[in-house]
């Protein structure tokens, strides 16, 4: 199936239904199963490694996408922003009762208010730069996979109110444009002296909140197309499942094991992205 990957979501909208129609009668029905079923199926491994690790759902699944271009990139964000709301709220819900970090208030109201940012510069190189938006999704699916490589050195003492605002609008700013605020957010909740289990929850929740801040965003702003909440709907019961059986599932490898496998596969999606 072949998808036009520098089409402006203003010329989709104006295309109506006659293009849709004749859409429907060019592509086969093999094609569009198969592109359905990869995309569910890129959506249950990158579920799975978010469940295990707290991070990387975003990048994983935008970094498969990019790579195949198997749909196009601004409506497989919007399908990704979905996702990750159902897969913290099924998360959490499993992991109840929920312990979350006081210390994490700040870093959420700064990536809300980053999150416009992120959401204004998507819109504009959508419609007038997606060659450089693809770029720019490579370059940062490889920097944050070598941010999250690296060992952070952990720190005796929590971090300060200023510290978690800076790193929190940096995650807004990724997260409003590629739905993906993990990164910043991973590498510096990491350092912090509190439990793993805190930390991963506090992580899920903080991504929860972000992912519904920037849907409501989009869609008052118009942003968000018909494909991609196709795209989302279809993808739900993929991430119940995999969310499901995973929340409390514990990895037969080591976590830093596990790190560095996820991290150079994300590498390896980011550098064939720039090829």
Known sequence: MTWTSGESWSNRSTSGATEAARSKQRIPVSSV???HGCFAFFVAIAVCVQNLTGFAFALI????VGLTDLVPLPDAVSAVTV??????VVFLYRR???RLEPAMKPTIVASLLGAVLGIGILAFLAAHAFSVLKALLGLCIVGCAILLWRSAKPLALASGCVYFTIVG???GVLGGIFS???PPLVYAVYRQPWPVDVIRESLIFCFGVGAAFRLLVMILSGLVSAQAMWLALEAIPVVFLVTFLTANLSVPISKNTLKHIVCVLLICAGVGMLL
């Not at 996702?83 to 913290?88: E, P, S």
Request: glycine share 10%; hydrophobic share 65%; aromatic share 4%.
């Open 33 to 35: 199963l198969y592109t």
């Open 61 to 64: 699944l935008l970094g498969l």
């Open 83 to 88: 996702l990750i709301i159902v897969n913290a």
């Open 96 to 98: 109840r009762p929920v």
């Open 169 to 171: 609008a940096l995650s």
């Open 180 to 182: 993906a605020a993990g």
